[in-house]
């Protein structure tokens, strides 16, 4: 596990060139619970139906009651989409899968 205090850059798919330096240890979880529950086809999971997949796939210790997961969460999509690893639906509501 990172130690407190390490930092991972981040982007946002939408502000390209826009750069934010994050908690790495956070920003990892998320990523990881976010990549291992969205399907690799569309139509995806809307956002909504992500967080609740994701919320029992997070350390209590870092999302403490999933504390902070919804930020957590739409930093790390946007910063996947950014990377071209998840793909969004042009659908209302919006809906996510992996690349």
């Avoid at 934010?20 to 291992?36: E, Q, S």
């Avoid at 529950?37 to 139906?49: C, E, M, Q, R, S």
């Avoid at 957590?72 to 919006?94: F, M, N, S, Y």
Wanted: aromatic share 4%; hydrophobic share 45%.
């Amino acid at each position: 596990m990172s130690k407190a205090g390490d930092k991972i850059e981040i982007r946002n798919v939408i502000s390209p060139g826009h750069v934010v330096r994050v908690d790495k240890a956070k920003y990892t979880a998320m990523r990881d619970a976010l990549l291992a529950v969205l399907p690799a086809k569309a139509p995806g999971l809307t956002v909504a139906d992500a967080k609740a997949s994701v919320l029992p796939l997070l350390p209590e210790a870092l999302f403490p009651g999933g504390e902070k997961a919804g930020w957590w969460l739409k930093a790390a999509q946007l910063d996947l989409e950014a990377q071209g690893i998840v793909r969004r639906e042009p659908t209302k509501p919006l809906r996510l899968h992996r690349a």
